[in-house]
T-cell receptor
């Protein structure tokens, strides 16, 4: 069974702060995706990374895929209240997308 | 709006009962995925169908079954319900990826919240 562990589980910060959340596994994935989920809604894709060592930027969000394709990080610069939500990483392999339990981020104004 | 439709949005039933959750994927998407989300287990993959055929199976209980119909909509059947089956059930669809095992973007519905009393 492929497991993805996300840390921290909960994070509460003030507007304007920077933060990094992590997604780690002992398994190799063909791709890794980050989703954000808001209350009452389904997860929405933020980014997909495929190549080991790949870095992608989406405005204030920076995503990195580990060289061995087993781990990933999400860095948010100058967090805003609109960034509040559950951040999920999902590892893709053999037609399945396996998710971690997520990091619940709260950005206080 | 992701384009994926799930019904019902909320469902309350008793232990031992059977329910059916329905999902209509986005137009053009051939793959349908079912996930169960609970506070303690997170988002758990149950099963995936591609163009009517089962393609991948996750931690789906024997009391649960699913199918994808020729019009590509899918149903998840949950039977002999237990208190622990209370959860959010999500359906997601994804566009064709040319037969590769790579998983493309998943578009999730808003979920069906099941409460078993």
């Amino acid at each position: 069974t492929q497991l993805l562990e996300q840390s921290p589980q909960f994070l509460s910060i003030q507007e304007g702060e920077n933060l990094t959340v992590y997604c780690n596994s002992s398994s190799v994935f063909s791709s890794l995706q980050w989703y954000r989920q808001e209350p009452g809604e389904g997860p929405v894709l933020l980014v997909t990374v495929v190549t080991g060592g790949e870095v992608k930027k989406l405005k204030r969000l920076t995503f990195q895929f580990g060289d061995a394709r087993k781990d990933s990080s999400l860095h948010i610069t100058a967090a805003q209240p609109g960034d509040t939500g559950l951040y999920l990483c999902g590892g893709g392999s053999n037609y399945k997308l396996t998710f971690g339990k997520g990091t619940l981020l709260t950005v206080n104004p | 709006d992701s384009g994926v439709t799930q019904t019902p949005k909320h469902l309350i039933t008793a232990t031992g009962q059977r329910v059916t959750l329905r999902c209509s994927p986005r137009s053009g998407d051939l793959s349908v995925y079912w996930y169960q989300q609970s506070l303690d287990q997170g988002l758990q993959f149950l099963i995936q169908y591609y163009n009517g055929e089962e393609r991948a199976k996750g931690n789906i209980l024997e009391r649960f079954s699913a199918q994808q119909f020729p019009d590509l909509h899918s149903e998840l059947n949950l039977s002999s319900l237990e208190l622990g089956d209370s959860a959010l059930y999500f359906c997601a669809s994804s566009p064709p990826t040319g037969g590769s095992s790579y998983t493309g973007e998943l578009f999730f519905g808003e979920g069906s919240r099941l409460t078993v009393l």
